[in-house]
């Protein structure tokens, strides 16, 4: 009898933790992952924000000292979660100076107008002419830098220019500049991660000293650079500058004042080829694949139609990634809409939290000087705003059952709720970087 009773007692359930109690530790548990890319780019921008350069062995150290720190806390749950912050911030830093160090310093300036030569690596069309960034570049013949020089040709300077041409021009020059104000943007920051060591502008026309044999990174740029001239050429000055900026990704030939009117209407995101653009390229090259799929009894009995149609949207993407230049909001914008066309292969939810971690994470390995930038913040807040939104209340706008009028009302109103999402997400990171709020 005192067996049985053992027994019993044995297989009792201990008692239960309340039902809420349970639901907030998983979430909690699930949702811990998605602070280490936080965490990752707090790292970054402590880097960025100190007075006086770190020693380089300073960030190794710290970053073992925190991963021997997370291996001894691994059992215990809330050590483990600061830990693994603290490990990330540090990579974040570590990341961030390393990247700092690989770039070639900067460059002496001299006063006074100067013969530059160099080879042509890009060519930018501006609503007022022409403007050129030369690499390998020499001033008055001197020894070959490590940083590349910007010059705005003059008006009227129409000589043949293609991109790899060896070129001499007599310019005047300016160091990187600083912020307009303490805590302004820095263009000099921006300069000096692009590979910048001056800009400054013609006082002579160009000569072409040799021209380039064709690469395929040059024939893709002057393929950019021929769509571009072809339609500001065919289209109206209006609208030239705007079908040649989505098409190309040149921005440069947008006037100030078609630009400012753009940004007074709250439509300056258009204007910025990136998530928006990608988006309705690659939507739309999924659709029509799916659908000329479905005219293919052979292929529907052998492959997926969902497999073809991704296989298509992302190699409509590269290419439309290729034609606007591979810049930093078009490859962030690409490997988002990559992991959607992952998850709908793999038959896994496409759009979540997870998968925007895991781009901030990966973009932030790459290019960790993007963090202070508004395209990265203002991105980022946008789909993490919407995915968490519709997460929450997505629900409501649901039209199955609904009549035509339901479907319609709810149709218009998820477009409102997403606007409003986007919107009210960005508006802070737009009003720190601008100094502005949009209007409308």
């Known amino acids: 009898m005192d067996v049985a009773l053992i027994a019993v007692r044995a297989a009792k359930p201990a008692a239960a933790p309340p039902p809420g109690a349970l639901r907030s530790s998983a979430a909690y548990a699930g949702r811990i992952v998605l602070f280490l890319p936080v965490a990752m780019m707090a790292g970054i921008l402590l880097y960025f924000d100190l007075r006086a350069e770190p020693p380089a062995w300073l960030a190794p150290v710290a970053i073992v000292l925190a991963a021997g720190v997370l291996t001894v806390l691994w059992r215990r749950p809330v050590g483990r979660r600061l830990a693994a912050l603290a490990l990330f911030a540090l990579l974040g830093l570590g990341r961030a100076q390393w990247q700092a160090m690989l770039m070639p310093p900067p460059i002496v300036v001299p006063h006074g107008v100067v013969t530059v030569t160099g080879r042509v690596s890009s060519i930018d069309l501006l609503a007022t002419g022409r403007r050129v960034r030369i690499a390998a570049s020499r001033l008055n013949g001197?020894?070959?830098?490590?940083?590349?020089?910007?010059?705005?040709?003059?008006?009227?300077?129409?000589?043949?220019?293609?991109?790899?041409?060896?070129?001499?021009?007599?310019?005047?020059?300016?160091?990187?500049?600083?912020?307009a104000y303490p805590g302004g943007w820095s263009f000099g920051r921006d300069q000096f991660f692009s590979g910048l060591g001056?800009?400054?502008?013609?006082?002579?026309?160009?000569?072409?000293?040799?021209?380039?044999?064709?690469?395929?990174?040059?024939?893709?740029?002057?393929?950019?650079e021929t769509i571009a001239a072809r339609v500001l050429t065919a289209m109206p000055p209006t609208t030239g500058p705007i079908a040649a900026t989505l098409l190309t990704g040149f921005e440069e030939s947008i006037p100030a004042r078609e630009r400012q009117a753009?940004?007074?209407?709250?439509?300056?995101?258009?204007?910025?080829?990136?998530?928006?653009?990608?988006?309705?390229?690659?939507?739309?090259?999924?659709?029509?694949?799916?659908?000329?799929?479905?005219?293919?009894?052979?292929?529907?009995?052998?492959?997926?139609?969902?497999?073809?149609?991704?296989?298509?949207a992302f190699a409509g993407g590269v290419v439309y990634a290729a034609l606007t230049g591979?810049?930093?909001?078009?490859?962030?914008?690409?490997?988002?809409?990559?992991?959607?066309?992952?998850?709908?292969?793999?038959?896994?939810?496409?759009?979540?939290?997870?998968?925007?971690?895991?781009?901030?994470?990966?973009?932030?390995?790459?290019?960790?000087?993007?963090?202070?930038?508004?395209?990265?913040?203002?991105?980022?807040?946008?789909?993490?705003?919407?995915?968490?939104?519709?997460?929450?209340?997505?629900?409501?706008?649901?039209?199955?059952?609904?009549?035509?009028?339901g479907r319609l009302g709810r149709h218009i109103a998820a477009l409102a709720f997403t606007s409003l999402l986007a919107g009210g997400a960005s508006m802070p990171f737009a009003a720190y970087q601008f100094q502005q709020v949009q209007p409308y």
């Open 326 to 405: 591979f810049h930093v909001p078009i490859e962030r914008s690409l490997a988002m809409a990559a992991l959607v066309l992952l998850g709908i292969v793999a038959g896994r939810r496409a759009l979540s939290l997870r998968g925007l971690a895991v781009a901030a994470f990966v973009l932030m390995l790459i290019e960790p000087q993007a963090v202070p930038g508004p395209s990265f913040q203002m991105s980022f807040s946008a789909v993490l705003a919407l995915i968490a939104g519709y997460e929450a209340v997505g629900r409501r706008f649901d039209t199955e059952g609904a009549g035509w009028r």
């Open 198 to 224: 001056a800009v400054g502008f013609a006082v002579g026309k160009l000569d072409v000293t040799r021209v380039a044999a064709p690469g395929w990174g040059g024939a893709l740029r002057r393929l950019r």
């Open 142 to 179: 001197g020894p070959a830098l490590g940083r590349a020089v910007r010059i705005k040709l003059r008006r009227g300077d129409d000589v043949r220019l293609a991109a790899g041409d060896s070129v001499r021009v007599r310019a005047f020059l300016f160091a990187p500049s600083r912020p």
């Open 262 to 312: 753009f940004i007074t209407a709250g439509l300056a995101h258009i204007l910025a080829v990136a998530g928006l653009h990608i988006g309705i390229v690659m939507g739309a090259l999924f659709a029509l694949a799916r659908f000329c799929v479905g005219w293919s009894e052979f292929l529907l009995l052998r492959v997926p139609a969902k497999v073809i149609a991704s296989a298509v």
